[in-house]
């Protein structure tokens, strides 16, 4: 029967893993003085390494014969464990028993003296998954273990662990492989299977993996069975990719603001059945080696390819201003976002690849500073015609007067935005509206303490600096509820409310009242005025 590469290659102990050095030299070390952790948290993306070092370990502690942190892989325990025949090593997926129940079952099992082996193992992948009954039940075992028991908890999602769980536990984090040391192994598998592939290839493969082993090795599988003289055009072809050559016609026709040309490139390689949702996520890798070729010299060091195409990117990235290479990545990733959501994803990238080939239609920033850039281009000395004045006619031969220095006009625009403010008066009942209100809500009180009011018309402005008002104001009718109603009792009548801006309003000092100077002035020497109305 055959087995998959990935399979067939896992790493049997920790000298045959790669990418993960200092990892794998802190639990050989551990391993080898007879002093591992009662527990362990391995995080990192998918293909990293974590469900094979947990396997490792597992074995290491119960090998017959340990090698310097090492299993054997020849004894009997180390055979068992890796046909999964020995009972005391479980491997628990924790997105299907991610249950309370589950856990608890477990924590009754960990008790028992393993039948075999000197420990007994739990492997637990995606231990995110558990629910927050299930992390309480497993909390404390964790903390108090016994002897005989190890926990080795993987997971993708290190956040989603609880602090308390995460905090009983060695981390350890495990990060992207290198794609040189993905390369390394595809060609050791290609030269141990009997059919080749060549370096770029491999790398490329590396590149498409993102830095996961099994993605790499599972994508090299997959080529094998095509051919077994795999090249780039076998990747290529297997993993559904355009050629760099249509990748640079795209981008290209699309940054000249050829949105034709842009378009009828897209077809042609669409015809071949591309994956749409591929097709964007490598012209958004394209155009960020068009961004590194614009910011740095040493292009090698950034972008995975051959000599003549570093020099191809250096060319293509002189001829586009790096604003609207930024702005087209933009509106890829947006479009690759919303990919996902939509029964149509090459209707996504069209639009995408046609708001970069037409910068008009943008109205983010990105957007305008590539039409800033362009403009200032084109309007670089040498580079545009200067506008012809028009001649003028006969009428308008004799000179016309110039104004006189000494009295400039004022700005039309401050002029206009002056005439445009409406006039708003002080709202001299406002003290009472607030005492008022102090009774019936006492948080919006709060509030507004501090604060004044102006009249405009039917509307009451009121000023106030307090961000929670305007939370208020807006989202809660009772208290809108409750202002009216106060500014109802306090003068009779009813009154629109609203913030004040004073970019709409200005603010006019209201003439005093004769009549309320007399009563004011009457009040204070203790004289009881009654006014009579005619």
């Known amino acids: 029967m055959y087995q998959a590469l990935y399979r067939k290659y896992r790493p049997q102990t920790f000298d045959d893993a790669c990418g993960q050095s200092a990892i794998i030299s802190t639990l050989k070390n551990e391993l080898a003085a007879g002093k591992p952790s009662h527990a362990y948290l391995f995080t990192g993306l998918r293909g990293s390494g974590k469900t094979t070092c947990s396997k490792i370990i597992a074995k290491a502690v119960n090998c017959l014969n340990p090698q310097n942190g090492n299993p054997c892989c020849s004894c009997e325990i180390?055979?068992?464990?890796?046909r999964d025949a020995v009972t005391d090593v479980m491997e628990i997926d924790a997105a299907s028993n991610s249950g309370v129940d589950y856990i608890r079952e477990l924590r009754e099992q960990a008790f028992m003296r393993p039948v075999q082996c000197r420990k007994r193992v739990y492997i637990i992948d995606e231990v995110h998954m558990l629910s927050t009954e299930a992390f309480n039940a497993l909390l404390k075992i964790m903390e108090e273990p016994?002897?005989?028991?190890?926990?080795?908890?993987a997971t993708t999602e290190a956040h989603k662990v609880p602090a308390t769980v995460a905090s009983r536990c060695q981390r350890f984090d495990f990060k992207r492989i290198e794609p040189d040391d993905i390369a390394d192994r595809l060609c050791y598998i290609a030269g141990q299977e009997g059919f080749s592939i060549e370096r770029e290839a491999a790398l490329l493969i590396a590149r498409l993996s993102d830095g996961g082993m099994r993605d790499a090795i599972s994508l090299l599988d997959q080529c094998w069975s095509h051919s077994s003289a795999i090249d780039l055009s076998v990747v290529a072809d297997c993993a559904g990719l355009p050629d760099n050559e249509e990748l640079f016609l795209l981008s290209g026709a699309a940054l000249a603001k050829d949105a034709a040309a842009a378009l009828t490139c897209m077809e042609k390689i669409c015809r071949r059945s591309v994956d749409i949702p591929r097709l964007c996520e490598q012209l958004i890798h394209h155009l960020r080696n068009l961004m590194l070729a614009k910011c740095t010299d040493q292009l090698d060091e950034f972008i995975v390819c051959l000599p003549d195409e570093l020099e191809r990117y250096r060319r293509a990235a002189a001829a586009a201003p790096l604003e609207e290479i930024l702005s087209a990545l933009r509106q890829l990733q947006d479009a690759h976002s919303r990919m996902g959501r939509t029964v149509n994803p090459r209707l996504e990238l069209e639009m995408a690849l046609i708001r970069i080939s037409s910068p008009s239609l943008l109205r983010e920033t990105g957007g305008l500073e590539a039409r800033v850039a362009r403009l200032e281009t084109l309007l670089?000395?040498?580079?545009?015609?200067?506008?012809q004045k028009p001649k003028p006619s006969a009428a308008d031969a004799s000179p016309s007067p110039l104004p006189s220095p000494a009295s400039p006009a004022p700005p039309p625009s401050a002029q206009t935005a002056e005439d445009l403010r409406k006039s708003a008066l002080p709202f001299r009942a406002w003290a009472d509206v607030l005492e008022r209100l102090k009774d019936k809500n006492r948080a919006l009180y709060g509030a507004l303490a501090g604060s004044e009011a102006y009249l405009a018309d039917d509307l009451i402005l009121i000023d106030s600096r307090n961000a929670l008002f305007i939370k208020l104001i807006r989202e809660n009718d009772y208290?809108?509820?409750?202002?009216?109603?106060?500014i109802i009792e306090t003068t009779g009548k009813k009154h629109r409310i609203g913030p004040y801006k004073s970019e709409l309003y200005r603010i006019e000092e209201q003439p005093e009242d004769p009549l309320e100077t007399l009563l004011q002035t009457a009040d204070n020497l203790g004289v009881e005025v009654t006014v009579k109305e005619k």
């Open 380 to 387: 670089r000395p040498g580079e545009a015609p200067a506008a």
């Open 146 to 153: 016994p002897e005989h028991v190890l926990f080795i908890l």
């Open 78 to 82: 180390c055979r068992g464990i890796d």
């Open 479 to 486: 208290a809108r509820q409750h202002i009216h109603e106060c």
